[in-house]
């Protein structure tokens, strides 16, 4: 993809959008310690969590895409895509999210990050959420960043929490209030 300015068309993810979002995620398993997943999934195994972020309620999965190539498949046009998914699965979680956002390599550092976590922070301002919870392994100041730009605050880090790519990764923890306060 060229540098420079790219329109893009920020909408809800689809079942046409699967193998896309399943190459980009494999991307991050393969080749970085921002996810803890560490074997690469099919499309097919992928599918139940693309159908766990349906187009309306608290956890959503939004996609971007580079809308000048509005005629191609979905995945070669991909940027990237933002999720809210539940933050724990007891009842009494509901009102929280944890929330992510990855972008492909090419479009990393170009906003689109900041133009999916717009719209999905838009998207759940109807909802009845309370928290969004975001999970930050270190080091990677361009996540923290962008989290601190959306009124996340640091609540603590977890210190060589996971395993991977034969050594150990804190992860920091990001809270955001969403909805009235209380």
Not at 29 to 54: G, K, M, N, Y
Not at 67 to 82: D, H, K, V
Not at 125 to 141: F, K, M, T
């Amino acid at each position: 993809m060229p540098q420079g300015r790219t329109e893009v068309q920020v909408r809800p993810g689809r079942e046409a959008d699967l193998v896309a979002l399943t190459e980009l995620y494999n991307h991050y398993i393969r080749e970085t310690a921002v996810t803890f997943d560490t074997a690469a999934f099919t499309p097919e195994q992928r599918r139940p969590w693309l159908r766990s972020h349906p187009e309306d309620g608290p956890h959503r999965l939004l996609v971007a895409r580079d809308a000048r190539n509005a005629g191609t498949p979905p995945g070669e046009s991909l940027l990237g895509y933002a999720t809210s998914s539940p933050l724990r699965p007891k009842p009494a979680y509901s009102t929280s999210v944890e929330v992510s956002v990855y972008c492909t390599p090419e479009a990393a550092g170009r906003g689109i990050g900041t133009l999916l976590y717009t719209a999905l922070f838009e998207a759940l301002a109807g909802e009845d959420l309370h928290r969004a919870y975001a999970g930050i392994a270190l080091p990677n100041e361009a996540s923290a960043r962008l989290h601190a730009r959306f009124g996340f605050r640091h609540l603590g880090t977890y210190e060589q929490v996971g395993r991977k790519f034969d050594r150990y990764w804190d992860v920091a923890w990001y809270e955001k209030k969403l909805g009235p306060e209380d």
